[in-house]
């Protein structure tokens, strides 16, 4: 079969990563240092973030209005009290901190709406080294980390109308990332172009189909760069024949962060420090949302186990089917219902967070869920949850439901960066499990036996 499996009992759940300087250990079973190489050990980022809110500043101070999304997210933090006093309150307390960035990237509220107004009308994504300076692919995460880490900013963005706010800045960061302004990191100028002779060892572009050839850009896009496709034949299957059901592959280019040997539970205790995997919440118990009765859904995965993983920042970010079979269902949790800067307080701080939260976020941040129908009545229905992270939070799918697919089937794409994702197996499903945490999952690579 072409891996070494290993039997559900002796799959480790702790995480080993592979940054040297990462010493210090979250509760999640991570290390509090660039999980992926979204964002760079504190200090690493200031001088790139302190020339953002620089420019931020000197952009406000023109005539130019600010976005009409932006603006209104701002005129109801101001208008509505408790909101303003869960942010004012929230920037005070982060600002306080020790990992607090000197100077401060912004002091209150407005300036706070100052920088992400300039974030999402036009800044796209430099490359650097995850490995030395780590790669700031987030930069609303880089500048709200501290505000995330305080009790009053965590009241804030657990808010529901906050978060129904920052999808639709979101949406106006995807449209700029969508279009012909947001390729200027795309070329081979030293050291921050994606083709350039330091992002060749972790971006191979020899693999992937170039849309635009004669153009040194090579993508339309910034978005469209991040959702690359790979050649034919660069990822091939794991026994692709309809005879070799049983193999389950990986849907996604990714290290692998956590295997459940415990049975999950229809309902647990996910905001506690080993944030267990609770099924109702991760499903969302709201029928309107998936046209089904999505406690049902849960309930037939009670006792099965779970395999989490995590897409890194200069990785592959579509999805593909892990087995032959019918999307049986499909929905998405929104912003609104689901949150964007939610991170469990409990996990300590965190540099990259929401990083040390990805079991929490199963159950709490914008996702969209798959029930795929495996062709092996002995896998059934299995779930696929992709998990958005901050505002790595474009989950795009490309099937729909009744849709057949088969192993290796694009079925959707993270449209900007990557994230997190769940494969949720029913009781006695799984035989074997091929991978280990900490390990480099390969697309279409064998992940899994069934029974």
Known sequence: MGQVCGS???????????????????????????????????GETDNYLQGLAK??????????AWNAKVQEFYEYACANALVRMKLEQGIAEGNSLPQAAKPLYFENMFE?????????????PAFDNPNTDGLVGCPLNAFLDCLMF?????????????????????????????SPASTMYLNDRSPDGWYSKEAKPF????????????????????????????????????APEAWNNKIITSGCESKALHVSLKPVKLQDTFWLKAQPYSLQDIFALDAKLAGVDTKALAEKFVGGCVYQAFLSACSY???????????????????????????????????????????YLSAVAVRTIFIIEADDPSIGDMAVVQIGMAEVSSCVALVKQGDKVKKGDLIGE??????????????????????KPGDRVLLNTQLAIAN
């Open 8 to 42: 559900l009992d002796q799959v480790s759940t702790a995480v080993e990563q592979e940054d040297p300087r990462a010493s210090e250990r979250g509760a999640f079973g991570g290390r509090v240092s660039r999980i992926g190489g979204w964002l760079a050990v504190r």
């Open 55 to 64: 420019d931020a500043k000197d952009a406000s101070r023109s005539s130019v």
């Open 112 to 124: 706070l709406f100052q920088i992400i107004n300039y974030v999402v009308t036009t800044v796209s």
């Open 150 to 178: 305080t009790p009053a900013g965590q009241d804030f963005f657990n808010t529901n109308k906050v978060n129904e706010h920052v999808k639709e800045i979101l949406t106006v960061w995807c449209q700029f990332l969508d």
């Open 203 to 238: 971006i191979n572009m020899d693999d992937f189909i170039v849309e635009l050839p004669n153009d040194p850009a090579k993508y339309p896009s910034w978005n469209a760069f991040f959702t690359r496709k790979f050649k034919p034949g660069v990822r091939p299957v794991a």
């Open 317 to 359: 970010h579509c999805w593909h089917s892990p087995v032959n079979g019918k999307i049986k269902h499909l929905y998405i949790v929104p912003g609104g219902i689901g949150t964007y800067y939610s991170e469990l307080l409990v996990a300590g701080f965190d540099p990259e967070g929401p990083d040390l939260s990805q079991g």
């Open 414 to 435: 993270f449209k900007f960066g990557g994230s997190t994702f769940l494969n949720i197996f029913r009781k006695g499903v799984i035989k074997e499990f091929c991978v």
